[in-house]
């Protein structure tokens, strides 16, 4: 059985945000995934890596990446931490669900992939990057909303082309761990938009996570 995990950071349990991470998880299901929801906001997840990430860190200068390998071949990762590693490592897609704010992840999405992607673990140190990487093979989206409209992006727009908005995440954290990386799905502007509308868009989830193997790839 193929597994899923979606890591969610939208503080409103009611967002259509969350509508649509609900959307995408049981139509994985209802194609035969096992699905892992890691809602950061419900479980009190701390953005911030530091010393407390390791159950026996090394005293004097704190070396975040040097504690990380440690961590990695000891099995020394925090409680917290070792949990989310855990379910990424067994996950053959992985969807990282949110708004997007000021053109980024949520801080506790950012403070995920910080303290998760941990190097030893899930890159580098013999782990491997891109097409070495860790998650060759493997599978990544983004799931979000937007505050403008998708006119608000564009070559022409003011906001710029999604591609370019996005490539930090795309490039620098989902292809540099080796995974094949997939169109996002968004919700633009949601708030704006009428209830047929919305209710268009989570059709529109549905049929993108009823259809991943043919999704344009945007890397892999």
Known sequence: MPRALIVHAHPEPGSFCAAQMREAAGTLQAQ??????SDLYAQGWSAGLGRGDFTHPQGGHFKPQAEQVRAAQDHTFAPDVAAELEKLLGADLLVFSFPLWWFSLPALL???VDRVFAMGAAYGAGVGTYDK??????????LFTTGGPE???GPQADNGEL???LFHVHNGMLRFAGYTVLAPVVGFSP?????DERAAQLGRVREAFQTLDQRTKVFG
């Not at 035969?32 to 929801?37: D, H, K, M």
């Not at 990487?133 to 989206?141: C, D």
């Not at 708030?191 to 209830?195: C, G, I, K, L, N």
């Open 32 to 37: 035969g995934y096992e699905v892992q929801i």
């Open 110 to 112: 950012k403070g995920w």
């Open 133 to 142: 990487g860790r998650f060759v093979g493997r599978r990544a989206l983004l």
């Open 151 to 153: 006119s608000a992006y």
């Open 163 to 165: 591609e370019t908005v």
């Open 191 to 195: 708030v704006r938009v009428s209830d």
